[in-house]
């Protein structure tokens, strides 16, 4: 079992950055893949980044290419994702998620994910 909790949500302005943290515990996180995704209310739950823990590019949804960073921290077990130039359009609960034993092809597919974290709210008002 993987347990994942999520901080760093809040509410920020339009433009500014938010950093989020998913730190894993009950395994470690090198045989996985870990996504995060983003879902509002009647949507939904979308793809935002994800990676495979071990050897793995990140790779990004195109609405938050070039605005979002996602990365690791192994002694830590903990991933973030870093968001820059927020926009309204960005208000959502974020969740981080763990696959196990992943293939390329599948971590940004929602329904690959194993375990689920509680989800962090992120507000961006204009």
């Known amino acids: 079992q993987v347990q994942l909790v999520e901080s760093g949500g809040g509410l920020v302005q339009a433009g500014d950055s938010l950093k989020l943290s998913c730190t894993a515990s009950?395994?470690?996180?090198?045989?996985?893949?870990v996504g995060w995704f983003r879902q509002t209310p009647g949507k939904e739950r979308e793809f935002v980044s994800g990676m495979k823990w071990r050897g793995g590019a990140a790779i990004y949804a195109d609405s938050v290419k070039g605005r979002f960073t996602m990365s690791r921290d192994n002694a830590k077990n903990t991933a973030y994702l870093l968001m820059n130039s927020l926009k309204p359009e960005d208000t959502a609960v974020y969740y981080c998620?763990?696959?196990?034993?992943?293939?390329?092809?599948?971590?940004?597919?929602?329904?690959?994910?194993?375990?689920w974290g509680q989800g962090t709210q992120v507000t961006v008002s204009s």
């Open positions: 009950g395994r470690t996180l090198s045989n996985f893949a």
């Open positions: 998620a763990a696959q196990a034993n992943p293939i390329t092809s599948t971590v940004a597919t929602r329904s690959r994910y194993d375990y």
